[in-house]
T-cell receptor, first 113, second 109 residues
Framework: NAGVIQTPRHKVTGKGQEATLWCEPI?????VFWYRQTIVQGLEFLTY????????DSGMPKERFSAQMPNQSHSTLKIQSTQPQDSAVYLC???????????FGKGTRLTVV | GDQVEQSPSALSLHEGTGSALRCNFT?????VQWFRKNSRGSLINLFY???GTKENGRLKSAFDSKERYSTLHIRDAQLEDSGTYFC???????????FGSGTQLTVMP
């Protein structure tokens, strides 16, 4: 079990460019989450998929951020027109089902310059 | 909104001693998880509790939903226990984990 796999581990983008982050959940896990970690805000929930369907995106910034889960083996988080304040560690997590133990990936450190 | 208050924010222990971390919740939580962030930044799962207590080696955790708190006890601390510990709780009717602000533990020789 390789755990939750996130790629890339580090990404540097110029202000205004697009960034796409990838996540491969643990095989067999039906729940997939995205979180963002910053020094100021700590760990914040962004969005949640269950069986590939978007269930709750209440933590997603309304503009420029979108997440998809085209199949059960991967999810993407896309940030359009990146801004310096988007710099953070983006964490993907999965769990066997809703409301069960959650396992996190190692994260993608996004730096917007 | 739902809040998780974690204390202390920092803790120093000498090898072989022990202490406790605590998270208080402002609302009823369904379950709690404890993590340690290792030197590489990965969140390592320590415990998942929906109630009661669990023990794993030198770590023991308790969760009381009614009293709105959870604790993580560390005994016989070792140098490799150093790191940042987070509690994270699920509130009823929600999918998301609400994280505490973390406890930075330093174990000294």
């Amino acid at each position: 079990n390789a755990g939750v796999i996130q790629t890339p581990r580090h990404k540097v983008t110029g202000k205004g460019q697009e960034a796409t982050l990838w996540c491969e959940p643990i095989s067999g896990h039906s729940a997939v989450f995205w979180y963002r970690q910053t020094i100021v805000q700590g760990l914040e929930f962004l969005t949640y998929f269950r069986n590939q369907a978007p269930i709750d995106d209440s933590g997603m910034p309304k503009e420029r951020f979108s997440a998809q889960m085209p199949n059960q083996s991967h999810s993407t988080l896309k940030i359009q027109s990146t801004q310096p304040q988007d710099s953070a560690v983006y964490l993907c997590a999965s769990s066997l089902a809703a409301n069960t133990e959650v396992f996190f990936g190692k994260g993608t450190r996004l730096t917007v310059v | 909104g739902d809040q998780v208050e974690q204390s202390p924010s920092a803790l120093s222990l000498h090898e072989g001693t022990g202490s406790a971390l605590r998270c208080n919740f402002t609302t009823t939580m369904r379950a709690v998880q404890w993590f340690r962030k290792n030197s590489r930044g990965s969140l390592i799962n320590l415990f998942y509790l929906a109630s009661g207590t669990k023990e794993n080696g030198r770590l023991k955790s308790a969760f009381d939903s009614k009293e709105r708190y959870s604790t993580l006890h560390i005994r016989d601390a070792q140098l490799e226990d150093s790191g940042t510990y987070f509690c994270a709780a699920e509130s009823s009717g929600s999918w998301q984990l609400i994280f505490g602000s973390g406890t930075q533990l330093t174990v000294m020789p």
